[in-house]
T-cell receptor, first 108, second 114 residues
Framework: GIQVEQSPPDLILQEGANSTLRCNFS?????LQWFHQNPWGQLINLFY???GTKQNGRLSATTVATERYSLLYISSSQTTDSGVYFC??????????FGIGTKLQVIP | DADVTQTPRNRITKTGKRIMLECSQT?????MYWYRQDPGLGLRLIYY???????NKGEISDGYSVSRQAQAKFSLSLESAIPNQTALYFC?????????????FGPGTRLTVL
């Protein structure tokens, strides 16, 4: 099956700092999503981004499908950004695979 | 997402017991999914259903079964629970083809098998 690797596995930021999270995948994908899991366990979709660039407030994402990676940018981080960020891809057979996530802690 | 509900939210059971986790959605989505989450392993797909008559095994279906009773309901059963099925279980839905197939997750069910 498709392999999904996320980096870094852990990240600690000072409030106000910027960061880039990366997702590499081993095969072509039909779609790619980024999710945020907050400290209470709730999973929220951030972006549906099989290719191109999207922005939503302080967050933006870019997927370069031909090079099999996606980046999630967080600018001016806030403590509420803490949690785990997951990348999930769907292959040509419509199977979804999640990466193991990047755990982000934003400290005041 | 309040449009996707899971019951129960927490459950403690004993080895060998039959357990059913239920998922309901009011989003009108065709596709539904069951995942489990274990520390350090992310989410792994157990089963998925693209409509009432279409059910597919995911990455880790052994020891689980599902039922899609209606478009809005998708249940996960553990016929004979074992301790390594202790995990956080998530249900998700997505609209399917023709739309951005974004997944929306329920709040999760924390299952402990003693």
């Amino acid at each position: 099956g498709i392999q999904v690797e996320q980096s870094p596995p852990d990240l600690i930021l000072q409030e106000g700092a910027n960061s880039t999270l990366r997702c590499n995948f081993s095969d072509s994908v039909n779609n790619l999503q980024w999710f945020h899991q907050n400290p209470w366990g709730q999973l929220i979709n951030l972006f549906y981004i099989p290719s191109g660039t999207k922005q939503n407030g302080r967050l933006s994402a870019t997927t370069v499908a031909t090079e099999r990676y996606s980046l999630l940018y967080i600018s001016s981080s806030q403590t509420t950004d803490s949690g785990v960020y997951f990348c999930a891809v769907e292959n040509r057979y419509q199977k979804v695979t999640f990466g193991i996530g990047t755990k982000l802690q934003v400290i005041p | 997402d309040a449009d996707v509900t899971q019951t129960p939210r927490n459950r403690i059971t004993k080895t060998g017991k039959r357990i059913m986790l239920e998922c309901s959605q009011t989003k009108g989505h065709d596709r539904m999914y069951w995942y489990r989450q274990d520390p350090g392993l992310g989410l792994r797909l157990i089963y998925y259903s693209f409509d009432v008559k279409d059910i597919n095994k995911g990455e880790i279906s052994d020891g689980y079964s599902v039922s899609r009773q209606a478009q809005a309901k998708f249940s996960l059963s553990l016929e004979s629970a074992i301790p390594n099925q202790t995990a956080l279980y998530f249900c998700a839905t997505s609209p399917g083809s023709g739309s951005p197939d974004t997944q929306y997750f329920g709040p999760g069910t924390r299952l402990t098998v003693l």
